[in-house]
């Protein structure tokens, strides 16, 4: 089972974790935490790997819906906005949201699954399409 919705980005990193910041504001996605993994694994293990942060966006609506039909949802909520280099490329990848149905099994969860996953796919869309979160 793919758990994850990417998109390739011909562009630096720096100009791609700008990109996605503003189209995840675009889509109603607040960015409460940001984490440059690879900053914290060079200081922390002198290990050295490509440029990838983790944004943790979060739509307070959506969050509040799911959460109000599993309090433990929060575990498998898609918040987490990965942005990496990838060879030539920048990667930007989201949880996909249906998954929270496929381990739950809470059918309950479809609604919000279907409006996160028409909001993040417009995220990554919008990426991809000249002229738009630039």
């Known amino acids: 089972m793919r ?3 990417t998109v390739q980005l011909d562009t630096d990193f720096a100009t791609a974790v ?4 503003d189209a995840l504001a675009e889509q109603g996605f607040g960015i409460l935490t940001e984490i440059d993994v690879a900053a914290t694994l060079k200081a922390k293990l002198d290990h050295d790997m490509e440029d990838y942060v983790i ?4 739509n307070p609506s959506l969050a509040h819906r799911a959460l109000d039909t599993d309090r433990s949802i929060g575990l498998l ?4 906005v990965v942005v990496r280099r990838d060879g030539d490329h920048t990667a930007v990848q989201v949880l996909d949201p249906n998954t929270m149905i ?6 309950a969860l479809r609604p919000v699954a ?16 000249p002229g738009t979160s630039n």
């Open 114 to 129: 279907e409006e996160a996953t028409r909001r993040l796919d417009a995220t990554l869309t919008s990426l991809t399409t």
């Open 102 to 107: 496929a381990l739950t099994e809470l059918d």
């Open 18 to 21: 700008a990109r996605t910041r």
């Open 55 to 58: 944004l943790g966006a979060c």
């Open 3 to 5: 758990y994850d919705r």
């Open 77 to 80: 909520l898609p918040c987490n």
